[in-house]
């Protein structure tokens, strides 16, 4: 149903409408938009939903580290209201953790609903005293991907990484 793209161009002139329809023009003052200040994305993983030639979805990544863990942010994943419940979602979180996954990276961390997000295997950050700070404990959620990411604890940081 929907076709899937890296984030290019043409999905990138469409972000920010799709993130202001999904979170709000204020959403620049949570927690997780000041993590990611100073701090590029990782265009390696960002991707797109697509209804024809309509921007309906898309999810970004962000470099990040547990005590010398290598990380990545998860978010912001949006979706536009009229297609949620349809599977974009489903695509782009799966779709995109398999690049992440692929890329050898150890542990994704996000800030978000623990329901929504325990479908793709993601657990409570606090089992394994993983923090960002001021994000309340329950809204942290990890996804380990290696041993290293198993075993990481202690605060989430942004990472200045050269990604390429």
């Given amino acids: 149903m929907f076709a899937y793209t890296m984030l290019d161009d043409a999905a990138r002139s469409a972000l920010t409408a799709l993130l202001d329809v999904s979170f709000g023009p204020d959403r620049h003052s949570k927690i997780a938009y000041r993590f990611r200040d100073d701090v590029p994305e990782d265009e390696r993983f960002g991707m797109a939903a697509w209804d024809g030639d309509l921007l309906v979805g898309a999810i970004q990544y ?10 990545q942010l998860l978010g912001p994943l949006a979706v536009a209201p009229a297609y949620r419940g349809r599977g974009a979602a489903r695509g782009l979180v799966n779709r995109s953790l398999q690049l992440v996954e692929d890329a050898g990276t150890d542990l994704v ?13 993601f657990t409570p950050a606090s089992g394994q005293s993983l923090v960002i ?16 990411g198993r075993e990481a604890t202690g605060l989430v940081s942004p990472a200045l990484a050269t990604v390429s």
């Fill in 109 to 121: 961390v996000l800030i978000g609903d623990p329901k929504l997000y325990l479908q793709y295997g």
């Fill in 62 to 71: 962000w470099p990040c580290h547990v005590d010398g863990v290598d990380a």
């Fill in 133 to 148: 700070e001021g994000e309340p404990d329950h809204r942290v959620q990890m996804k380990p991907l290696t041993d290293a």
